[in-house]
């Protein structure tokens, strides 16, 4: 049976999609470890039942799970997230000693920070076993639209940083066309070694779901739905200012619906209240992922917005595989390679990152369009899904390219 170690530094009660990844490698006759923190992710807070101590080593759905120690994100200032970002590789390094037995191969599942790819990379190295990094977030790219970093010096520092990390992975994989040519020049390795292997969306989301619960609590609507985190990065302000916007022409039915938390939710709760515009726009807080299809269900279109950072528009954002799954209208915030992606799907508008005008006239033109360009919209997207964004597909490359070096 082949044995893999997967290296995250979120993990389960967190919501990221490495968990569905760990527990399909199991049900594919794939023994999984996974070296991964304690669970206080977006918030900053630990999740219930967890603390700096414990629980340290636990098992879910076939999944070991070995937990290094972490300063948490409290309060999701600037200090706190640098010392979350490099506590944790620093003090997993004390968990390598833990990890039992021999692997055929260890994964990196790389979000941010690009700093936990550095246990993997020390493990990989001492065993001698081929370490694939997964990279889901561009670094330092992404740092920046975290954190507010200027200083030349410092940027050239985290850019040598970045640079190390992904050179030290024996096997690469992007999640996009572009960003494979970003990795071949920092990584230095020939573009067809790099996997291109987009992120895939957990069947549940194109499972058909009821929305008549939310309908009744929330009321009749025109709503536009985000799920997610709220991040600098999602910048969720534009879309905040696109329904403002949109509102002043007429469209009185027009409702936005925040569904998610992070770190800029008092931000934006501070907007919507200077915009006078709580009546139209409701935070909705966190919900299981599993609830997620009934607030798509209740969707009259989808926003999917990302910050103005080129490098960021490398990326595919992971909610765009979801928001397709539950076949309704796409409105997407972005530049680059999330834009294609709904252009060529035919599954609703694109408009540039960060441009709140544009925005609000795609919403409008949705509003207007006859409920059969909507519907047909819809159905565009559940099919760029299943070609693209299917679960089992892309998660047998992922195993195949992780133990083979193939994708194919």
């Not at 992120?199 to 609590?217: G, I, M, N, T, V």
């Not at 999917?304 to 209208?329: E, F, I, Q, W």
Request: with cysteine; charged share 20%.
């Amino acid at each position: 049976m082949p044995r893999i170690l997967v290296v995250s530094q979120h993990y389960w009660p967190e919501n990221f999609r490495v968990t569905d990844l760990c527990e399909g490698f199991v049900s594919r006759g794939v023994e999984v470890d996974v070296l991964c923190g304690l669970p206080n992710y977006p918030l900053g807070n630990w999740f219930p039942g967890y603390s700096y101590t414990a629980p340290r080593r636990e098992t879910r759905n076939g999944v070991q799970l070995i937990r290094a120690g972490e300063i948490p994100r409290k309060g999701n200032t600037g200090p706190m997230i640098f010392l979350n970002y490099v506590s944790w590789p620093l003090l997993a390094l004390f968990s390598l000693p833990r990890l039992k037995g021999k692997y055929d191969a260890v994964l990196c599942y790389n979000t941010s920070p690009v700093l936990m790819s550095f246990p993997a990379i020390l493990y990989a190295k001492l065993r001698r076993v081929p370490l694939t990094n997964y990279v889901l977030d561009i670094w330092p790219e992404n740092l920046y639209s975290v954190l507010n970093i200027q200083s030349r010096p410092l940027r050239a520092i985290a850019q040598a940083v970045s640079n190390w990390h992904y050179r030290r992975a024996d096997r690469l994989i992007a999640m996009s066309g572009s960003l494979r040519r970003r990795l071949a020049q920092v990584g230095k390795k020939p573009e067809e070694e790099i996997a291109v292997i987009p992120q895939y969306c957990e069947d549940f989301y194109a499972r058909p779901a009821d929305p008549s619960a939310l309908q009744k609590e929330l009321g009749e609507a025109f709503w536009l739905v985000f799920t997610g985190n709220f991040s600098p990065a999602q910048s969720l302000e534009t879309v905040i200012r696109a329904v403002c916007i949109a509102r002043q022409q007429g469209l009185a039915n027009l409702r936005l619906l925040l569904v998610g938390d992070g770190m800029s939710r008092p931000a934006l709760e501070k907007l919507v209240q200077e915009e006078g515009a709580g009546d139209f726009i409701t935070f909705y807080g966190s919900v299981p992922p599993t609830r997620i299809p009934e607030f798509c269900a209740l969707a009259s279109g989808l926003v999917c917005p990302l910050s103005d950072s080129p490098d960021l528009g490398m990326t595919v954002p992971a909610k765009l595989a979801s928001y397709m799954a539950s076949g309704r209208p796409v409105l997407a915030s972005i530049t680059g390679e999330g834009a294609k992606a709904v252009e060529n799907a035919q599954c609703g508008y694109a408009s540039p990152a960060c441009n709140a005008e544009a925005l609000a006239e795609n919403i409008v033109r949705l509003c207007h369009a006859p409920e059969e360009e909507r519907r047909q919209m819809g159905e565009n997207a559940r099919r760029w899904y299943r070609e693209h964004y299917r679960r089992d597909r892309l998660l047998e490359q992922l195993l195949r390219f992780t133990l083979e070096g193939t994708a194919e």
